[in-house]
């Protein structure tokens, strides 16, 4: 089985596989800027085994343009160095050619860099002395992204995300508590599980006043199909068309809903763990949580406050101001 984009120490097969690198960065940032795949282009180990991988035909995107890619087999992977690992990058390129760039075999490996104009699939990790490729040296890093309505929302689903479904009564909409170091400017947000066939997705910043909401800012809609769908281990990424600011010191809370479901859907989220140290909130992931049991929640719509089932993350896109 080849592994989803961020395997766990226990999934994966080498202990590097897990680390994230700067690669991994930058993948995620040209899913923002539009180039990723639409669907198919898994990559998987040869059906005659050797030193080669096959990539399944499919479409990416390329900056929004699609790419259309037929099914490539036998794709070579460069013998292994006789002392040392390496990671080699699959990527597609603008013609749909499939293309491996081979890394560099050093004691502690990291991945080469996504080739200008390419749309990265794969991750395959080549140990010293390797003969054949086999599937758990695969770790799939590809980003589905499905081009979006006016204002650049977009939709991106990463597999293998670790999370924690906290339903706290099943409310629509569900909010964890930030409050930024810095002044700043918030993009796009992330919020993960599963995702559903034609179900519709949208996160928001919002401010509360005692126990109603006071300002809310949302973004697009984002609704996701067949090829989108994740039974269990999805994410979806919405984007602002105009990006958020948030004061240093003010409390906000950041969060997302199901809009197209009735008022009580329960809508799992990313653990706490993967996110609370990665943004520079002075108490994400570790205070306050909020939930509103509508499917458009509204200036002065009720806030329930939720103390019990465990803290909420999210994944931010920002910048500093």
């Given amino acids: 089985m080849t592994l989803q984009f961020m395997p766990s120490d226990a999934d994966a097969t080498f202990p590097a596989q897990a680390v994230p690198d700067a690669v991994d960065f ?57 002392t040392f690992d390496r990671v080699d990058l699959v990527s597609i390129n603008s013609g749909g050619t499939a293309v491996v760039t081979t890394g560099t075999a050093v004691s502690d490996p990291v991945a080469p860099p996504v080739p200008a104009s390419s749309i990265p699939l794969a991750y395959v990790y080549v140990p010293a002395s390797d003969t054949s490729i086999v599937d758990n040296q695969i770790v799939i890093k590809r980003v589905i992204i499905a081009k979006a309505s006016p204002g650049g929302t977009t939709y991106a689903e990463v597999s293998d995300a670790n999370f924690v479904t906290i339903s706290g009564g099943a409310f629509a909409w569900k909010f964890q508590e930030v409050v930024p170091y810095n ?116 200036v002065s719509d009720t806030i329930v406050d939720w103390t019990t089932d465990g803290a909420l993350g999210v994944g931010v896109f920002w910048s500093l101001d």
């Fill in 26 to 82: 930058d993948i995620l940032l040209l899913a923002h800027q539009g180039t990723g795949v639409k669907s198919g282009l898994a990559v998987t180990e040869s059906a005659s085994p050797g030193m080669k991988v096959d990539i399944a035909s499919g479409t990416g995107y390329l900056a929004w343009v699609e790419v259309s890619v037929s099914t490539q087999a036998d794709k070579t992977i460069a013998a292994a160095d006789g």
């Fill in 183 to 298: 002044n700043m400017q918030i993009h796009g947000i992330v919020m993960g599980g599963t995702v559903v066939d034609t179900a519709t997705y949208q996160a928001a910043v919002m401010t509360k006043s005692g126990g109603t909401i006071a300002t809310i800012d949302k973004t697009g809609s984002v609704t996701a199909d067949a090829t989108d769908a994740e039974t269990t281990w999805g994410r979806v990424m919405m984007l602002f068309t105009t990006p958020v600011s948030l004061t240093a010191g003010t409390e906000y809370f950041i969060g997302s809903g199901r809009t197209d479901s009735s008022d009580t859907y329960a809508f799992p989220h990313l653990s706490r763990d993967n996110v609370q140290y990665s943004f520079p909130f002075g108490s994400i992931g570790s205070s306050g949580r909020a939930r509103i049991a509508k499917a458009n929640p509204a």
